[in-house]
T-cell receptor
Framework: DTAVSQTPKYLVTQMGNDKSIKCEQNLGHDTMYWYKQDSKKFLKIMFS???????INETVPNRFSPKSPDKAHLNLHINSLELGDSAVYFC?????????????FGPGTRLTVL | GENVEQHPSTLSVQEGDSAVIKCTYSDSASNYFPWYKQELGKRPQLIIDIRSNVGEKKDQRIAVTLNKTAKHFSLHITETQPEDSAVYFCAASSVSGTYKYIFGTGTRLKVLA
């Protein structure tokens, strides 16, 4: 069974469009994250939710809006897409407490803005 | 602000040789240091981690060392194999609060057969 899943895997769209990426985890974790990985492979945290509450909000344009309907889901909506938004977006989740706080990553969504 | 520096950015070694990747962190509150391996087109996956209350941890051919005073930690891979070729990321985090990871910039390791 897939622990952290994302849809879609690939997303190709025109500048100015609005798009959403969905993430789901079946690990029973409390905390979920969105990362952006650019063409140079840098992994940068964007947002994090804990039990549906936003706890990390890095310097990200307000065109990006995360939404967590429940603690197993974290979606990312992007308005007015720009060329610079092209990247791979990874969702991740982690549990609170326990022996480690390993983050488990989803397979990624490759977004291409034309 | 919080920062993790990682060196080298690329590393080529002959199969069977050892590889060492080094990271330095800035936030003295960091107490959890994971290492992730990302193969081409795949997701990052944890390969080893270390907490600040130990100085070294080993798992078969992989080891991590931590010098908390100097804020340095390193990944050591011995007897490298072609399947070790990937991008490796270090990260620094705190086990309390937001569990925010600050990732290093990555090291592309190439093991030459």
């Amino acid at each position: 069974d897939t622990a952290v899943s994302q849809t879609p895997k690939y997303l190709v769209t025109q500048m100015g469009n609005d798009k959403s990426i969905k993430c789901e985890q079946n690990l029973g974790h409390d905390t979920m994250y969105w990362y952006k990985q650019d063409s140079k492979k840098f992994l940068k945290i964007m947002f994090s939710y804990n039990n549906k509450e936003l706890i990390i909000n890095e310097t990200v344009p307000n065109r990006f809006s995360p939404k967590s309907p429940d603690k197993a889901h974290l979606n990312l909506h992007i308005n007015s897409l720009e060329l610079g938004d092209s990247a791979v977006y990874f969702c991740a989740s982690s549990g609170r407490g326990g022996a480690s706080n390993e983050q488990f990553f989803g397979p990624g969504t490759r977004l291409t803005v034309l | 602000g919080e920062n993790v520096e990682q060196h080298p950015s690329t590393l080529s070694v002959q199969e069977g040789d050892s590889a060492v990747i080094k990271c330095t962190y800035s936030d003295s509150a960091s107490n959890y240091f994971p290492w992730y391996k990302q193969e081409l087109g795949k997701r990052p996956q944890l390969i080893i981690d270390i907490r600040s209350n130990v100085g070294e941890k080993k798992d078969q051919r992989i080891a991590v060392t931590l010098n908390k005073t100097a804020k340095h930690f390193s990944l050591h891979i011995t007897e490298t194999q072609p399947e070790d070729s990937a991008v490796y990321f270090c990260a620094a985090s705190s086990v309390s609060g937001t569990y925010k990871y600050i990732f290093g910039t990555g090291t592309r390791l190439k093991v030459l057969a």
